[in-house]
């Protein structure tokens, strides 16, 4: 399974980007899919998921209200909306493929394929 995530870039507080992640080698209606964040000098971060049906989605507290988990299975393609982006949300994002038999979906050791990562940098 391979990865590819991009979309990422420089965007002023309160404006919006949308990642994607498009994945090869599997079907992405066979994954639950995952994003995470770092920052320089902390953990990667759990920041959205989605399971392989895409009608149960879950979200780190500061994401809720702002970001948007999606799949389009006839691209193979999850995304993420990101709106209202603020300063803290600096991060580099990567998406991931959840393990299967996960029984969670907020921890690293949970998913196994990840992408390369995509820069988004909110700054004014």
């Known amino acids: 399974v391979q990865l590819q995530a991009s979309g990422g870039g420089l965007v002023q507080p309160g404006g919006s980007l949308r990642l994607s992640c498009v994945v090869s080698g599997r079907p992405l209606s066979a994954l639950d899919m995952g994003w995470f964040r770092r920052t320089p000098g902390k953990e990667r971060e759990f920041v959205a998921a989605t399971n392989w049906s895409g009608r149960t989605t879950h979200y780190t507290d500061s994401a809720k209200g702002r970001f948007t988990i999606s799949s389009d299975n006839a691209k193979n393609t999850i995304y993420l909306q990101m709106n209202n982006l603020q300063a803290e949300d600096t991060a580099v994002y990567y998406c991931?493929?959840?393990?299967?038999?996960?029984?969670?979906?907020?921890?690293?050791?949970?998913?196994?394929?990840w992408g390369q990562g995509t820069l988004v940098t909110v700054s004014s």
């Open positions: 991931a493929t959840r393990r299967r038999f996960a029984t969670a979906y907020d921890v690293e050791y949970e998913y196994d394929y």
